[in-house]
């Protein structure tokens, strides 16, 4: 049994991109979720059908909870809080489909040592085989790669600070560099720390939640195989919408104090 | 990083996949969907407002009605006092006419009862006067000279007539 921290590469893009097991998944539900977005929204009727129902319920229930927080400033920061929402909820979902990793092959240990892949190793000592060759599954969850969720806290964080920039101007960096005072100076300081601590705590809470229910779930399944893993998906799902929620929700509120004036 | 599975490659690959998404998604599904779901709730604040206009409309032309209805009834209890009084009236004035008529066949039928009477009476003290006359010609002729017979019937007449007068 592996259990890899990295999504591995599965083929390469013209021989430049490298393309993981993730960022193919990625591409799948981006791809999916566009195409079931777009069937739902083609012809928009004022009394609607299922599918406009439950796509009219998901964006007007985020629309209305980050109305709450956001006030009127939703309308210009809609798009990105909500896609963040979507994105992440979706890619964590996907990772629970039946096949997400556990469809793939097996590499050769030649190129596993070529690689140098650092991955948690659960192998079986006794048996020299799985040791040999290591299982590659075509699909991983997105948010189970620390590019997609790093480049998501790095997204998040940037757009803060441009929606800051934005609607302060120049004074939006008062809450950064102000030297009134030593005590000032000092919590500067600390919330510009805030910010670079900002992009990790975004990236890793999500990796590390999304990657350990795949984790907890390989290893239940490789317990048990039947029926045990049942709670579990279910707990996976609800920590997935879970994640997506607090993703969104703290990019949301760090956009809306970005987006008034520091009061210290 | 390396040692996480970070690639720059990758990583700005997932920022355009984001990017891109945003993109997107806000042409396909944010903007319909939050346009069509402005229109409905302006739609449903149009139709409650319109509904308590057609509302107080309804009250009024039903308060209206009432009125229409009410001013008939009073109308309409007019007319049937003034006909019910001018009836009584007709009635009186009959009722009147007819007693005055009735009064004057009565009073006709008394005068010419009375006339008869008199006339009857008139008769009847004649021809009184007659027997009276040919009853005393009859047992006094001998007795008395036609003078002093005459005398006598003429007195004991007025005699009579005045018994018959009580």
Known sequence: ?264 | MEQLGIQPVQLLAQILNFALLVFLLNKVLYKPIVKALEERKKKIAEGLVYSDKMKAELEKSDKKGQEVISNARDEAKKIFDEAKKSSRKMEAETLEKAQKEAAGIIEKGRKEVVAQRAEMEKQLKDETVNIAGRIVEKLLGDVLDSRGHEAIINRKIKEAVKQVRQ
């Not at chain 1, 059908?49 to 964006?59: A, H, N, P, Y």
């Open chain 1, 1 to 264: 049994m592996h259990i890899s921290i990295r999504a591995e590469n599965i083929f390469n893009l013209g021989n430049i991109i490298p393309v993981s097991n993730s960022l193919l998944t990625t591409w799948l539900v981006m791809v999916i979720l566009l195409v079931v977005s777009f069937l739902a929204t083609r012809k928009i009727k004022k009394i609607p059908g299922t599918l406009q129902t439950v796509f009219e319920v998901l964006v007007d229930g985020i629309y209305s909870l980050f109305e709450g927080i956001l006030g009127d400033k939703i309308k210009i920061h809609f798009p990105i809080v909500a896609t963040i929402f979507m994105f992440v909820l979706f890619n964590n979902w996907a990772g629970l489909i039946p096949g997400v990793g556990t469809i793939g092959f097996f590499e050769r240990e030649k190129k596993e040592a070529r690689q140098v892949a650092p991955y948690v190793q659960a192998s079986n000592t006794t048996n020299n085989e799985t040791s040999s060759a290591k299982f590659v599954p075509i699909f991983r969850a997105g948010t189970a790669d620390l590019n997609t969720t790093t480049a998501l806290g790095l997204i998040a964080v940037i757009y803060i600070q441009y929606a800051g920039i934005k609607a302060l101007g120049l004074t939006y960096f008062k809450k950064f560099f102000n030297f009134s005072n030593p005590i000032n100076a000092f919590v500067g300081m600390l919330e510009l720390i805030l910010e670079f601590a900002k992009i990790i705590s975004f990236y890793f809470r999500l990796f590390g939640n999304v990657f350990a229910g795949e984790v907890l779930l390989t290893v239940i399944a490789f317990l048990i195989p039947i029926i045990a893993p049942l709670p579990f998906i279910g707990l996976e799902l609800f920590v997935g919408f879970i994640q997506a929620l607090v993703f969104s929700l703290l990019t949301t509120v760090f956009l809306s104090l970005a987006v008034v004036k520091a009061e210290h």
